[in-house]
């Protein structure tokens, strides 16, 4: 089991920033995936970033050069730096753990993001 906390949303204008945060704990494992997804009302839910356990990084076409995905291994937490935010980021944000070998995934309670002046 792994378990996910998630921080960091709220409300903020347009073209400001936000850093969601989310901590994992339980077995970790060393062959996995972190990433963050999002889901606005109405919508399906999306991959935003993720990173893998070497580091390596994949965006969403909307979000290319705005936001940055990062991780602490020390602290087992991921990061999801946003930064020039618009309305169409407001959604709910969810942080995933991927692991390959057995194959599953799991998930965080979710944490809001608004984006409204």
């Known amino acids: 089991q792994v378990q996910l906390v998630e921080s960091g949303g709220g409300l903020v204008q347009p073209g400001g920033s936000l850093r969601l945060s989310c901590a994992a704990s339980g077995s970790i494992g060393s062959i996995y995936a972190m990433g963050w997804y999002r889901q606005a009302p109405g919508k399906q839910r999306e991959s935003v970033a993720t990173?893998?356990?070497?580091?390596?990084?994949n965006y969403a076409d909307s979000v290319k050069g705005r936001f940055t995905i990062s991780r602490d291994d020390a602290k087992n937490t991921v990061y999801l730096q946003m930064n020039s935010l618009k309305a169409e980021d407001t959604a709910v944000y969810y942080c995933?753990?991927?692991?390959?070998?057995?194959?599953?995934?799991?998930w965080g309670q979710g944490t809001q993001v608004t984006v409204s002046s």
């Open positions: 995933n753990y991927h692991r390959y070998i057995p194959m599953i995934d799991y």
């Open positions: 990173i893998t356990n070497v580091g390596s990084t």
